[in-house]
């Protein structure tokens, strides 16, 4: 990056040169370049993490004794309903 800067610097101190075509030497040479190496080289933490909030999302949906319904108020004979997927059980 210390290299890009000094090449804009040079591009806007030349007699020829502008600060508009500093900026986009900056972008094109520097920014740019630069985004697409930190983009790819993310790629597996990015990939990591999208599979840990999967297994967590899969853990979370799937039921703790196995089955989906549960009785209401912890009565054995009572009446029966679905529980949401982030709901927690009735007290």
Known sequence: ??????????????PQGTLLGAA?????YGVLPL???????GTP????????AEE????????V????DAPVDGQ???EVQ???PHQPPPP
Not at 35 to 41: F, G, R
Not at 65 to 68: F, I, L, T, W, Y
């Open 82 to 84: 679905k529980r949401q």
């Open 56 to 63: 967590a999302q899969a853990l979370a949906d799937a039921p």
């Open 1 to 14: 990056m210390y290299v890009v800067l000094m090449m804009a610097a040079a591009e806007a101190m030349s």
């Open 45 to 52: 933490a990015r990939r990591k993490a999208r599979r840990r």
């Open 35 to 41: 985004s697409i190496v930190l983009y790819v080289m």
């Open 65 to 68: 004794d196995g089955s989906v």
């Open 76 to 78: 054995a004979g009572g």
């Open 24 to 28: 986009f030497t900056f972008m094109m």
